[in-house]
Protein backbone atom coordinates (compact mmCIF):
# COMPACT_ATOMS: atom_id res chain seq x y z
CA UNK A 1 0.00 0.00 0.00
CA UNK A 2 1.53 3.31 -0.98
CA UNK A 3 2.58 6.09 1.06
CA UNK A 4 0.37 8.51 -0.01
CA UNK A 5 -2.86 6.52 0.52
CA UNK A 6 -1.57 5.07 4.37
CA UNK A 7 -1.65 9.31 4.95
CA UNK A 8 -4.90 10.04 3.45
CA UNK A 9 -6.69 7.71 5.33
CA UNK A 10 -4.88 9.04 8.50
CA UNK A 11 -5.18 12.53 7.98
CA UNK A 12 -8.97 11.42 7.14
CA UNK A 13 -9.98 8.99 10.55
CA UNK A 14 -8.35 11.47 12.59
CA UNK A 15 -10.47 14.37 11.94
CA UNK A 16 -12.50 15.43 15.30
CA UNK A 17 -15.80 13.39 14.54
CA UNK A 18 -17.58 16.87 16.38
CA UNK A 19 -15.55 19.52 14.61
CA UNK A 20 -16.78 21.48 12.11
CA UNK A 21 -14.38 20.11 9.72
CA UNK A 22 -16.06 16.47 9.74
CA UNK A 23 -19.31 18.44 9.24
CA UNK A 24 -18.47 19.59 5.86
CA UNK A 25 -16.64 16.53 5.37
CA UNK A 26 -19.69 14.63 5.79
CA UNK A 27 -21.86 17.32 3.60
CA UNK A 28 -19.31 16.65 0.74
CA UNK A 29 -19.80 13.04 0.98
CA UNK A 30 -23.82 13.13 1.65
CA UNK A 31 -24.17 15.97 -1.42
CA UNK A 32 -22.46 13.76 -3.74
CA UNK A 33 -25.02 10.42 -2.26
CA UNK A 34 -27.93 12.36 -3.04
CA UNK A 35 -27.08 13.49 -6.20
CA UNK A 36 -25.64 10.50 -8.07
CA UNK A 37 -29.03 8.64 -6.01
CA UNK A 38 -31.53 11.15 -7.26
CA UNK A 39 -30.00 11.76 -10.49
CA UNK A 40 -30.02 7.58 -11.08
CA UNK A 41 -33.32 7.77 -10.43
CA UNK A 42 -34.72 10.41 -12.49
CA UNK A 43 -32.52 9.21 -15.39
CA UNK A 44 -34.63 5.33 -14.66
CA UNK A 45 -37.78 7.40 -14.92
CA UNK A 46 -36.86 8.76 -18.48
CA UNK A 47 -35.37 5.22 -19.48
CA UNK A 48 -39.00 4.17 -18.38
CA UNK A 49 -40.90 6.62 -20.45
CA UNK A 50 -39.06 6.57 -23.23
CA UNK A 51 -39.35 2.23 -22.80
CA UNK A 52 -43.14 2.91 -22.73
CA UNK A 53 -42.99 5.03 -25.32
CA UNK A 54 -41.25 2.73 -28.03
CA UNK A 55 -43.06 -0.61 -26.58
CA UNK A 56 -46.47 0.37 -26.07
CA UNK A 57 -47.33 3.91 -27.36
CA UNK A 58 -45.79 3.24 -30.83
CA UNK A 59 -47.31 -0.39 -31.27
CA UNK A 60 -50.67 1.06 -32.18
CA UNK A 61 -49.63 4.48 -33.71
CA UNK A 62 -48.23 4.17 -37.25
CA UNK A 63 -44.72 4.74 -38.19
CA UNK A 64 -45.12 5.68 -41.26
CA UNK A 65 -48.52 6.72 -43.41
CA UNK A 66 -49.59 7.54 -46.43
CA UNK A 67 -52.34 9.10 -46.99
CA UNK A 68 -54.43 9.82 -50.16
CA UNK A 69 -54.31 13.53 -51.16
CA UNK A 70 -57.74 13.03 -52.60
CA UNK A 71 -60.22 9.93 -52.82
CA UNK A 72 -58.76 6.80 -52.62
CA UNK A 73 -54.95 5.18 -52.94
CA UNK A 74 -56.28 3.29 -55.88
CA UNK A 75 -52.50 1.60 -55.81
CA UNK A 76 -52.32 0.60 -52.37
CA UNK A 77 -50.78 -2.85 -53.15
CA UNK A 78 -47.90 -1.34 -55.22
CA UNK A 79 -47.21 1.48 -52.52
CA UNK A 80 -46.78 -1.59 -50.06
CA UNK A 81 -45.23 -3.69 -52.62
CA UNK A 82 -42.40 -0.67 -53.06
CA UNK A 83 -42.47 -0.28 -49.00
CA UNK A 84 -41.73 -3.46 -48.35
CA UNK A 85 -38.60 -3.35 -50.83
CA UNK A 86 -37.01 -0.89 -48.31
CA UNK A 87 -34.71 -2.46 -45.90
CA UNK A 88 -36.08 -0.67 -42.77
CA UNK A 89 -39.50 -1.62 -43.48
CA UNK A 90 -41.12 -5.01 -41.77
CA UNK A 91 -44.47 -4.91 -42.69
CA UNK A 92 -47.57 -2.88 -44.23
CA UNK A 93 -51.09 -2.99 -44.13
CA UNK A 94 -53.94 -0.74 -45.63
CA UNK A 95 -56.60 1.21 -43.77
CA UNK A 96 -59.70 3.17 -44.45
CA UNK A 97 -59.51 6.58 -41.81
CA UNK A 98 -62.66 8.43 -41.67
CA UNK A 99 -64.08 10.83 -39.30
CA UNK A 100 -68.09 9.95 -38.20
CA UNK A 101 -70.23 10.66 -35.67
CA UNK A 102 -72.05 8.69 -33.39
CA UNK A 103 -75.78 9.92 -32.24
CA UNK A 104 -76.91 8.96 -28.78
CA UNK A 105 -80.60 9.81 -27.50
CA UNK A 106 -79.54 13.56 -26.30
CA UNK A 107 -76.33 14.22 -28.32
CA UNK A 108 -74.01 13.44 -31.07
CA UNK A 109 -70.11 12.42 -30.66
CA UNK A 110 -67.59 12.61 -33.57
CA UNK A 111 -65.18 9.28 -33.27
CA UNK A 112 -62.02 8.50 -35.39
CA UNK A 113 -63.36 5.44 -37.22
CA UNK A 114 -60.54 3.24 -38.81
CA UNK A 115 -61.33 0.43 -41.15
CA UNK A 116 -58.25 -2.15 -40.86
CA UNK A 117 -57.72 -5.79 -41.87
CA UNK A 118 -57.14 -7.74 -38.89
CA UNK A 119 -54.78 -10.57 -40.20
CA UNK A 120 -52.57 -7.47 -41.48
CA UNK A 121 -53.18 -5.38 -38.48
CA UNK A 122 -51.15 -7.78 -36.43
CA UNK A 123 -48.58 -7.50 -38.71
CA UNK A 124 -48.01 -3.25 -38.18
CA UNK A 125 -49.45 -2.85 -34.92
CA UNK A 126 -50.42 -4.62 -31.27
CA UNK A 127 -53.89 -4.06 -30.92
CA UNK A 128 -55.28 -7.18 -30.48
CA UNK A 129 -53.07 -7.21 -27.28
CA UNK A 130 -55.21 -4.61 -25.68
CA UNK A 131 -58.41 -6.20 -25.99
CA UNK A 132 -59.65 -9.33 -24.57
CA UNK A 133 -58.77 -12.87 -26.55
CA UNK A 134 -63.01 -13.44 -26.17
CA UNK A 135 -63.64 -9.57 -27.70
CA UNK A 136 -61.35 -10.15 -30.42
CA UNK A 137 -62.51 -13.50 -31.62
CA UNK A 138 -65.89 -11.79 -31.51
CA UNK A 139 -65.26 -8.85 -33.47
CA UNK A 140 -62.73 -10.78 -36.17
CA UNK A 141 -65.79 -13.37 -36.70
CA UNK A 142 -69.07 -11.10 -36.31
CA UNK A 143 -67.76 -7.95 -37.36
CA UNK A 144 -69.65 -4.69 -35.78
CA UNK A 145 -67.39 -1.70 -33.57
CA UNK A 146 -64.19 -2.34 -31.49
CA UNK A 147 -65.08 0.40 -29.28
CA UNK A 148 -62.24 2.44 -27.22
CA UNK A 149 -62.76 2.39 -23.45
CA UNK A 150 -63.25 5.60 -22.94
CA UNK A 151 -65.79 6.00 -25.84
CA UNK A 152 -68.08 3.61 -24.45
CA UNK A 153 -67.48 5.17 -20.73
CA UNK A 154 -68.51 8.50 -22.08
CA UNK A 155 -71.30 7.06 -24.33
CA UNK A 156 -72.62 4.63 -21.48
CA UNK A 157 -72.55 1.36 -23.46
CA UNK A 158 -71.36 -1.89 -23.22
CA UNK A 159 -70.40 -4.78 -25.37
CA UNK A 160 -73.86 -6.43 -27.21
CA UNK A 161 -75.68 -2.66 -27.47
CA UNK A 162 -75.91 -1.42 -30.84
CA UNK A 163 -74.33 2.57 -31.88
CA UNK A 164 -76.06 4.87 -34.42
CA UNK A 165 -73.05 6.00 -36.64
CA UNK A 166 -73.46 8.60 -39.26
CA UNK A 167 -71.23 8.25 -41.88
CA UNK A 168 -70.05 10.99 -44.59
CA UNK A 169 -71.18 10.23 -47.77
CA UNK A 170 -70.88 12.20 -51.35
CA UNK A 171 -73.76 13.04 -53.15
CA UNK A 172 -73.78 13.98 -56.96
CA UNK A 173 -73.74 17.35 -56.40
CA UNK A 174 -70.67 17.42 -54.31
CA UNK A 175 -71.48 17.88 -50.97
CA UNK A 176 -71.68 15.37 -47.67
CA UNK A 177 -75.21 14.02 -46.29
CA UNK A 178 -75.02 11.66 -43.35
CA UNK A 179 -75.62 7.88 -43.89
CA UNK A 180 -76.72 6.29 -40.85
CA UNK A 181 -75.78 2.90 -40.28
CA UNK A 182 -76.53 0.86 -36.53
CA UNK A 183 -73.53 -1.37 -35.68
CA UNK A 184 -73.18 -3.44 -32.86
CA UNK A 185 -70.53 -3.34 -30.26
CA UNK A 186 -68.47 -6.84 -30.24
CA UNK A 187 -65.29 -5.90 -28.39
CA UNK A 188 -63.88 -2.88 -26.29
CA UNK A 189 -60.05 -1.94 -26.43
CA UNK A 190 -58.23 -0.46 -23.60
CA UNK A 191 -55.07 1.64 -24.28
CA UNK A 192 -54.72 4.83 -21.98
CA UNK A 193 -54.99 8.18 -23.21
CA UNK A 194 -56.44 10.07 -25.84
CA UNK A 195 -56.78 6.69 -27.75
CA UNK A 196 -59.51 5.42 -25.72
CA UNK A 197 -61.83 8.24 -26.32
CA UNK A 198 -61.25 8.92 -29.72
CA UNK A 199 -60.34 5.65 -32.01
CA UNK A 200 -62.56 2.75 -33.02
CA UNK A 201 -62.18 0.30 -35.79
CA UNK A 202 -64.55 -1.73 -38.20
CA UNK A 203 -63.02 -4.24 -40.68
CA UNK A 204 -62.01 -2.97 -43.75
CA UNK A 205 -64.61 -4.43 -46.00
CA UNK A 206 -67.73 -2.67 -43.17
CA UNK A 207 -65.54 0.53 -43.95
CA UNK A 208 -65.33 0.21 -47.60
CA UNK A 209 -69.20 -0.53 -48.01
CA UNK A 210 -69.78 2.28 -45.51
CA UNK A 211 -68.20 4.84 -47.17
CA UNK A 212 -68.58 3.88 -50.34
CA UNK A 213 -64.76 2.77 -51.52
CA UNK A 214 -65.57 0.71 -54.44
CA UNK A 215 -61.92 0.20 -55.05
CA UNK A 216 -58.99 1.18 -52.63
CA UNK A 217 -58.01 2.50 -49.28
CA UNK A 218 -57.35 5.84 -47.95
CA UNK A 219 -54.22 4.94 -46.12
CA UNK A 220 -51.08 2.44 -45.90
CA UNK A 221 -49.38 1.78 -42.85
CA UNK A 222 -45.96 1.09 -42.48
CA UNK A 223 -43.72 -0.97 -39.77
CA UNK A 224 -40.18 -0.20 -39.08
CA UNK A 225 -37.44 -2.40 -37.47
CA UNK A 226 -36.06 1.16 -35.93
CA UNK A 227 -38.70 3.91 -35.47
CA UNK A 228 -36.26 6.75 -34.55
CA UNK A 229 -35.67 6.01 -38.54
CA UNK A 230 -39.47 7.08 -39.29
CA UNK A 231 -38.72 10.91 -41.15
CA UNK A 232 -35.86 9.63 -43.54
CA UNK A 233 -37.59 6.18 -44.26
CA UNK A 234 -40.90 8.02 -44.91
CA UNK A 235 -38.90 10.62 -47.47
CA UNK A 236 -37.20 7.78 -48.99
CA UNK A 237 -40.11 5.48 -49.54
CA UNK A 238 -42.37 7.98 -50.91
CA UNK A 239 -40.20 9.47 -53.37
CA UNK A 240 -40.37 5.99 -54.84
CA UNK A 241 -44.28 6.28 -55.10
CA UNK A 242 -46.18 6.04 -58.20
CA UNK A 243 -48.79 8.91 -56.80
CA UNK A 244 -49.02 12.05 -54.62
CA UNK A 245 -49.82 10.92 -51.39
CA UNK A 246 -49.69 13.32 -47.72
CA UNK A 247 -46.85 12.07 -45.35
CA UNK A 248 -47.31 11.38 -42.09
CA UNK A 249 -45.07 9.80 -39.75
CA UNK A 250 -45.43 9.16 -35.32
CA UNK A 251 -42.37 11.56 -34.85
CA UNK A 252 -44.87 14.32 -36.28
CA UNK A 253 -47.90 13.04 -34.55
CA UNK A 254 -46.52 12.14 -31.10
CA UNK A 255 -42.84 13.21 -31.13
CA UNK A 256 -43.42 16.15 -29.13
CA UNK A 257 -43.69 13.27 -26.12
CA UNK A 258 -40.19 11.95 -27.10
CA UNK A 259 -38.79 15.74 -27.22
CA UNK A 260 -40.25 15.95 -23.98
CA UNK A 261 -38.34 12.90 -22.26
CA UNK A 262 -35.00 14.13 -23.81
CA UNK A 263 -35.91 17.87 -22.60
CA UNK A 264 -36.91 16.61 -18.94
CA UNK A 265 -33.55 14.13 -19.40
CA UNK A 266 -31.43 17.36 -19.88
CA UNK A 267 -33.01 19.68 -17.36
CA UNK A 268 -31.87 16.53 -14.70
CA UNK A 269 -28.44 16.68 -16.34
CA UNK A 270 -28.17 20.09 -15.46
CA UNK A 271 -29.60 20.31 -12.07
CA UNK A 272 -28.47 17.53 -9.95
CA UNK A 273 -24.84 18.15 -11.86
CA UNK A 274 -24.58 21.36 -10.29
CA UNK A 275 -25.96 19.93 -7.07
CA UNK A 276 -22.99 17.73 -7.14
CA UNK A 277 -20.67 20.64 -8.15
CA UNK A 278 -22.27 22.58 -4.55
CA UNK A 279 -21.35 19.11 -3.16
CA UNK A 280 -17.84 19.19 -4.45
CA UNK A 281 -16.85 22.61 -3.23
CA UNK A 282 -17.49 21.25 0.26
CA UNK A 283 -14.70 18.84 -0.33
CA UNK A 284 -12.40 21.93 -1.32
CA UNK A 285 -13.28 23.58 1.82
CA UNK A 286 -12.52 20.23 3.77
CA UNK A 287 -9.12 20.12 2.46
CA UNK A 288 -8.22 23.47 2.53
CA UNK A 289 -9.13 23.11 6.23
CA UNK A 290 -6.78 19.93 6.43
CA UNK A 291 -3.95 21.78 4.91
CA UNK A 292 -4.22 24.71 7.08
CA UNK A 293 -4.69 22.29 10.25
CA UNK A 294 -1.74 20.05 9.07
CA UNK A 295 0.68 22.03 8.53
CA UNK A 296 2.86 21.60 10.79
CA UNK A 297 2.73 17.96 9.80
CA UNK A 298 3.46 18.67 6.10
CA UNK A 299 6.26 20.47 7.34
CA UNK A 300 7.48 17.80 9.21
CA UNK A 301 6.86 14.96 6.02
CA UNK A 302 8.81 17.57 3.49
CA UNK A 303 11.20 18.25 6.13
CA UNK A 304 12.39 14.26 6.53
CA UNK A 305 12.07 14.17 2.34
CA UNK A 306 8.38 13.62 1.28
CA UNK A 307 8.41 14.42 -2.51
CA UNK A 308 5.56 17.35 -3.59
CA UNK A 309 4.22 14.54 -5.86
CA UNK A 310 3.84 12.30 -2.98
CA UNK A 311 2.13 15.16 -0.99
CA UNK A 312 0.27 16.39 -3.71
CA UNK A 313 -1.13 12.44 -4.31
CA UNK A 314 -2.14 12.75 -0.65
CA UNK A 315 -4.49 15.22 -0.62
CA UNK A 316 -5.99 14.22 -3.99
CA UNK A 317 -6.62 10.78 -2.37
CA UNK A 318 -8.41 12.20 1.07
CA UNK A 319 -10.85 14.39 -1.22
CA UNK A 320 -11.71 11.41 -3.87
CA UNK A 321 -12.64 9.15 -0.67
CA UNK A 322 -15.59 11.50 -0.32
CA UNK A 323 -16.53 11.43 -3.51
CA UNK A 324 -16.03 8.06 -3.64
CA UNK A 325 -18.05 7.38 -0.75
CA UNK A 326 -20.53 9.03 -1.88
CA UNK A 327 -20.69 7.84 -5.35
CA UNK A 328 -20.70 3.85 -3.83
CA UNK A 329 -23.46 5.16 -1.38
CA UNK A 330 -25.81 7.12 -4.26
CA UNK A 331 -25.47 4.80 -6.82
CA UNK A 332 -26.49 2.00 -4.44
CA UNK A 333 -29.13 4.37 -3.35
CA UNK A 334 -30.16 5.19 -6.78
CA UNK A 335 -30.45 1.44 -8.56
CA UNK A 336 -32.85 0.70 -5.59
CA UNK A 337 -34.73 3.79 -6.04
CA UNK A 338 -34.74 3.14 -9.65
CA UNK A 339 -35.60 -0.90 -9.63
CA UNK A 340 -38.36 -0.30 -7.09
CA UNK A 341 -39.68 3.24 -8.30
CA UNK A 342 -43.04 2.17 -9.40
CA UNK A 343 -43.71 0.13 -5.97
CA UNK A 344 -42.66 3.28 -4.13
CA UNK A 345 -44.89 5.32 -6.31
CA UNK A 346 -48.16 3.74 -5.91
CA UNK A 347 -47.75 3.51 -1.96
CA UNK A 348 -47.58 7.20 -2.11
CA UNK A 349 -50.92 6.93 -4.27
CA UNK A 350 -52.12 4.40 -1.94
CA UNK A 351 -51.14 6.49 1.17
CA UNK A 352 -52.57 9.86 0.01
CA UNK A 353 -55.53 9.02 -2.18
CA UNK A 354 -54.11 10.54 -5.33
CA UNK A 355 -53.05 9.86 -8.34
CA UNK A 356 -49.83 10.78 -9.93
CA UNK A 357 -50.49 9.68 -13.41
CA UNK A 358 -53.78 9.55 -14.90
CA UNK A 359 -54.63 6.86 -17.31
CA UNK A 360 -57.57 8.17 -18.79
CA UNK A 361 -55.28 11.04 -19.94
CA UNK A 362 -52.14 9.43 -20.33
CA UNK A 363 -51.31 6.24 -22.07
CA UNK A 364 -50.09 4.94 -18.75
CA UNK A 365 -51.00 4.62 -15.28
CA UNK A 366 -47.73 3.90 -13.09
CA UNK A 367 -44.66 5.94 -13.43
CA UNK A 368 -42.53 3.33 -15.28
CA UNK A 369 -38.67 2.97 -14.71
CA UNK A 370 -35.66 0.97 -15.84
CA UNK A 371 -32.18 1.50 -14.63
CA UNK A 372 -29.12 0.80 -16.45
CA UNK A 373 -25.97 0.47 -16.30
CA UNK A 374 -24.30 2.88 -18.65
CA UNK A 375 -26.62 5.63 -16.58
CA UNK A 376 -24.93 4.50 -13.22
CA UNK A 377 -21.56 4.57 -14.79
CA UNK A 378 -22.04 7.52 -16.58
CA UNK A 379 -22.89 9.31 -13.11
CA UNK A 380 -20.57 8.06 -11.18
CA UNK A 381 -17.73 8.91 -13.43
CA UNK A 382 -18.74 12.16 -13.20
CA UNK A 383 -19.23 12.38 -9.77
CA UNK A 384 -15.99 11.07 -9.25
CA UNK A 385 -13.79 12.97 -12.08
CA UNK A 386 -15.50 16.24 -10.13
CA UNK A 387 -14.28 15.18 -6.73
CA UNK A 388 -11.03 14.98 -8.09
CA UNK A 389 -11.06 18.38 -9.92
CA UNK A 390 -12.41 19.65 -6.34
CA UNK A 391 -9.12 18.16 -4.88
CA UNK A 392 -6.41 20.16 -7.16
CA UNK A 393 -6.68 23.42 -5.12
CA UNK A 394 -6.32 22.64 -1.83
CA UNK A 395 -3.47 19.42 -2.83
CA UNK A 396 -1.35 22.58 -4.68
CA UNK A 397 -1.96 24.48 -1.41
CA UNK A 398 -0.90 21.59 0.49
CA UNK A 399 2.61 21.67 -1.45
CA UNK A 400 3.62 25.27 -1.19
CA UNK A 401 3.88 25.21 2.39
CA UNK A 402 7.19 26.48 3.52
CA UNK A 403 8.63 23.88 6.14
CA UNK A 404 10.62 26.49 7.91
CA UNK A 405 8.01 29.04 8.42
CA UNK A 406 5.21 26.24 9.44
CA UNK A 407 7.36 24.61 12.00
CA UNK A 408 7.92 27.56 13.60
CA UNK A 409 4.33 28.77 13.71
CA UNK A 410 2.30 27.71 16.87
CA UNK A 411 -0.70 25.77 16.14
Do not use: C, E, H, S
Given at each position: MSLAWLLAKRFRSRRDKKGFLSFISASSTTGIALGCAVLIAALSMMNGFQNVLQNKLLSVVPHVEYSAVEGELKNWELISKIALEHPGVTATAPGINSTVMVQTDTSFHGIQLKGIDPAKENTVSELANYVSQKDWQRWTSEGGILLGAGIAEKLNVKVGDSLSILFPEKSQRGFQSPKRKRLKITGLFEFGGEIDHLNAYVSLDTAMHELTIADGVTSVRLALSDVFTAPAVAQEVGNQLPELVYLNDWTRTHGHLYRDIELVRSVVYLVLVLVMAVACFNIVSTLVMTVAKKRRQIAMLKTLGM??????????????????????????????????MPDIMRFIESLFNIDILDGGIYFVSDIPSQWQW???VLVSSVALIMSWLATIYPAWRAIKVEPAKALHDRG
Open positions: KDRTLLLTFMLQGVMNGLYGVLWGAGIGILLGQFNDV
